[in-house]
């Protein structure tokens, strides 16, 4: 394998695939990339069985061939390089490299050992890129812990002209729809939260227009197409809840305030809060929204806001962070909150933006 490239075409693909190396794996290939020169453009992939990311880029190829060097070494001297022409030379495992007056050699693993990365089995369907991005809006509500893995994932949905991004942990939902053309084909996959953060990231880094989901021939991996980028995921198994019956239907007070103003009145509550439960404690009246928290060892404060308040007067315990998670990451100026009881799921809606909701669960006050 010989080939030359310009070392500010090649670092920023690199350093991409680079963040999907294995961590501490137990297979060494896992810490390397593998580099693949075939016709007139290089392949760079890593993977680490869970999220595989290839991408391709054109160089000046002399003889192609293929090779896997350590991604942490390799991204470190192409970095220190500077703008400059690079040669690089695979000799069996071993790639060397020059630019300038320097010659360097890093010792690889055969190519041979590289796990394979599942590509897509059929056309898939196309996403606007900006449909997809929006989705980075509710990946926060998805689990952390692994003892529920089906909730680790995002629900992505398309059906009757609709696409959907359900996250839930088990306490409060986010949900983000979208219209899509009528004749798209339906599909229905739950996807690793880490996975919905890579593509985003690479989305960003990348000039596309459109993104492309497809699965694997034996259906258990998810693969996105980005330009010149691919990314492959395992998918999750299990049944994903029936988020569609957690949605209030009847509610019986709202609330609109600003939302800075809500913001900044919960952060102030939840230093008062720092309990087990974080609770506050909101209050509907004529024209006020009042949150209250204490604890024994910090003390207490309340706080009002002005809103338009309609409905029933009630009193609905929270989690501050699960009501801060949803106000912050409502991309409006204005929020709306709907009640269905005091102890019943309660919406939270951005003003103004269509296909977007937050839905917490209250905490049963003792």
């Known amino acids: ?82 703008q400059n022409n690079l040669r690089l030379v695979a000799e069996g495992d071993v790639l060397n490299i020059e630019s300038g007056k320097l010659k360097a050699s890093i010792n690889g693993i055969s190519a041979s050992e590289f796990p394979v990365i599942p590509l897509s089995a059929g056309p898939g369907i196309n996403f606007p890129k900006e449909a997809f991005l929006t989705s980075s809006q509710i990946l926060f509500a998805s689990a952390v812990d692994e003892g529920r893995p089906v909730l680790t994932g995002i629900l992505t949905e398309v059906s009757d002209g609709k696409l959907d991004f359900v996250a839930t942990d088990g306490f409060r939902l986010a949900h983000r729809r979208l219209d899509v053309p009528k004749d798209q084909a339906q599909f229905r996959s739950l996807i690793p939260r880490r996975t919905f953060e890579e593509v985003l990231r690479l989305i960003s880094e990348e000039e596309v227009d459109e993104v492309n989901i497809a699965t694997s021939e034996n259906q258990n991996q998810i693969v996105f197409t980005l330009g010149n980028t691919v990314v492959s995921s395992r998918l999750i198994e299990g049944q994903f809840p029936a988020w569609g019956k957690i949605i209030p239907q009847k509610i019986v007070s709202r609330a609109m305030v600003e939302k800075d103003e809500l913001l900044k009145a919960i952060k102030l509550a939840a230093i008062f809060a720092k309990n087990e439960a974080n609770i506050v404690v909101l209050t509907t009246k004529k024209g006020i929204l009042k ?76």
């Not at 912050?328 to 102890?343: C, D, K, R, Y």
């Open 1 to 82: 394998m010989k080939f030359t490239v310009l070392q500010q075409d090649l670092l920023p693909s690199l350093q991409a695939v680079a963040r999907s190396v294995g961590v501490r794996s137990t297979l060494p290939v896992l810490d390397n990339v593998l580099f693949l020169v075939e016709g007139k453009r290089l392949k760079i992939a890593a993977t680490n069985l869970e999220v595989g990311v290839i991408k391709h880029i054109n160089v000046e190829v002399e003889s192609p061939g293929e090779i896997t060097v350590p991604a942490k070494t390799l991204v470190e001297l192409v970095s220190g390089l500077g």
């Open 291 to 366: 949150l209250e928290s204490h604890t024994k060892e910090v003390g207490s404060q309340e706080n009002e806001i002005e809103g338009e308040i309609e409905g029933e007067e009630l009193k609905i315990a929270f989690n501050t962070k699960f009501l801060l998670d949803a106000v912050s990451n409502s991309p409006a100026t204005q929020i709306m909150m709907e009640f269905s009881g005091s102890l019943s799921a309660s919406l939270i809606k951005p003003m103004g933006i269509e296909g977007l909701e937050y839905i917490v669960m209250p905490v049963r006050l003792s």
